[in-house]
């Protein structure tokens, strides 16, 4: 973002950011639910899907945080233009395997839940 022409501020505005965070509690309440569902065949993995969500909050987190300061500073320097540069290749490498594991993550928990 820093680094193309555009619109800087588009990265992530407060509504979508207020999104975010409802959906993450409506997930959370699920989640505290999930072990009274009577229609479950087995247990439900909490403590599993807690952990996902806690990831999930702490990454949240992190892009409010990312956002505020790309919001206070729309200018990148001369050291941190080329480091965006240099890592651009990694960083869309890491994006993708993260898509892919919440992707893999998420079939795998929707055919779970239609084997219930």
Known sequence: MLLEEGDPTS???IRESIRLQRFLAHLEALCNAAPYEFEFK???PTEQFKKILQATRRMLDSFHAMNTVLAKDLKASAG???ILRYTK???MQ???R???LFSGKESATTHDS???
């Open 80 to 82: 941190e233009t080329l």
């Open 94 to 96: 890491l994006s993708l």
């Open 89 to 91: 290749h990694e960083r």
């Open 98 to 100: 993260i898509s892919h």
């Open 42 to 44: 087995g247990p439900f």
């Open 114 to 116: 239609e084997e219930c």
């Open 11 to 13: 990265y992530m505005d």
